[in-house]
Every structure is written in structure tokens, then in C-alpha cells.
């Protein structure tokens, strides 16, 4: 909040994507202070939309989103006393292919707006982003950007947590950053689940930083 404050677009590191439960209360909060709402494109392989009661598994890096929407877990539900942070209709997840059973009931009780790399390969990377655009910046004062590195093909980035095939290739990745650069709306970024310990020569990292200047506006020309 204090970076907002100074009027700089925060850029947040990690690490698990439970982090965004947190980041995301952050932003929305700064801005639920001037009486506006955000949005949030949320770039991941998976949906991160499970509760403690759906969650196979436990791990609270697969439950931000139902947090943030107001269907997690309390602790982080009720981040600075209210819930929820975002609304289902500016909420968009793009480039989802590994959704639990769950997860799926859970996305269609929340109604938010999804686009599975299915969209992506039959539309493309730009008719996706424009349409996931439209749905975070309507009525809000702009997005904040989630982007899981699970969402790129383990090709290019291996140094994840949990790695899905046929995930978006590197210059999708970058296609849709660069999008996100010329519109202009993006309030905040975050970049999550590099990891070290499991990379291979560091590539997953220096795509993360490729990535971020791209979403921050570098361009090849
Ligand atoms: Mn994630």
C-alpha cells in the first residue's frame, strides 16, 4: 500500500501464490479508500480457487483466488475486516488447464470469467487478453496482474512447483505482457512459484524478469 501510496505500480516476488491473498487485499484496499473497485487477471495453469473443505491436497498456494473472493479460509477472507476483496464479474483467469473437480463447482459458484489455454489456441493470445481486458476494467479503476510462471510450458519454465504441459509458449508469454504494457491499466504485478531449488540454470528466473520488463512496458522496437 505504501508503494501505491507513493504513486508507483507495485511489482511483488515469490514464492508461493498464497502471497496474493495478501498483495491483492493490499491493492484492493488502497483503492476501496477512494471508493473504487480493482480487478485481477489471474495467469496460472492452475485456478487456485480451492477452500480448506475442497482441497485435496491442503496447500493454501491452491486457495488466493477463493480467498480473495471471499470463499477461503477466514484468516485470509477477512484481510482488513471485510469480504470480498474482488468482484466475480472483474475477476478473470486466463490460461487455466489443471482444475480439480472442485475447483470447478467452486468457479462456477463464484461466476467468474475464464479463458483455458483452449481459448488461447483457438482465438489467440490477443483476442483473449482484449476480452479478459474488457472484463477487469469494467467499472474498476483498473487491474492487478497475478502471473503464476506455471502458466508457461514447463519447456520454458521448469523451475515451478507444479509443472502442467501445454502450457502458453514463450512468446505468448511475452505477447500477452506486452498487451497488458500498451493498455495501461495495470495497478499492480505480481510473479510467483519461481523456484530455485528446482530450476534448471536459472531459465525460469530470467523468463520471470523478461516477463515483468515486458509488463512493465519494454519493447523490442
Ligand atoms: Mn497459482
Known amino acids: 500500500m505504501k508503494t501505491l501510496e507513493e504513486g508507483r505500480t507495485p511489482l511483488v516476488l515469490g514464492g508461493d501464490h498464497s502471497l496474493a491473498a495478501g498483495s491483492v ?6 483503492y476501496r479508500r477512494r471508493g473504487e473497485k480493482i480487478g485481477v487477471i489471474w495467469i496460472d495453469a492452475h485456478s487456485d480457487i480451492n477452500t480448506p473443505e475442497t482441497s485435496p491436497s491442503g496447500n493454501v498456494h491452491g486457495m488466493p483466488l477463493a480467498s480473495l473472493l471471499g470463499m477461503g479460509p477466514e484468516a485470509l477472507t477477512d484481510i482488513f475486516g471485510y469480504a470480498p476483496k474482488i468482484r466475480s464479474e472483474n475477476t478473470v483467469l486466463v490460461g487455466v488447464r489443471d482444475i480439480d473437480a472442485a475447483e470447478r463447482a467452486n468457479i462456477q459458484r463464484a461466476g467468474i470469467v475464464v479463458y483455458t489455454m483452449r481459448d488461447i489456441d483457438e482465438r489467440g493470445m490477443r483476442a483473449v487478453m482484449e476480452d479478459a481486458l474488457r472484463a477487469a476494467t469494467a467499472g474498476t479503476a483498473g487491474y492487478h496482474v497475478s502471473l503464476d ?64 520488463c515486458s509488463a512493465f512496458g519494454k519493447k523490442i522496437l
Open 25 to 30: 487485499s493490499g491493492v484492493a484496499e488502497f
Open 149 to 212: 510462471m506455471d502458466w508457461i510450458d514447463p519447456e520454458d519454465a521448469p523451475g515451478v512447483g507444479t509443472p502442467v504441459r501445454g502450457g502458453a509458449t514463450y512468446r505468448e508469454a511475452h505477447l500477452a505482457m506486452e498487451i497488458l504494457a500498451d493498455h495501461g491499466g495495470m495497478l499492480s504485478f505480481e510473479l510467483v512459484e519461481v523456484n530455485p531449488v528446482i530450476d534448471e540454470h536459472n531459465r525460469t528466473a530470467d523468463l520471470a524478469v523478461e516477463l515483468a
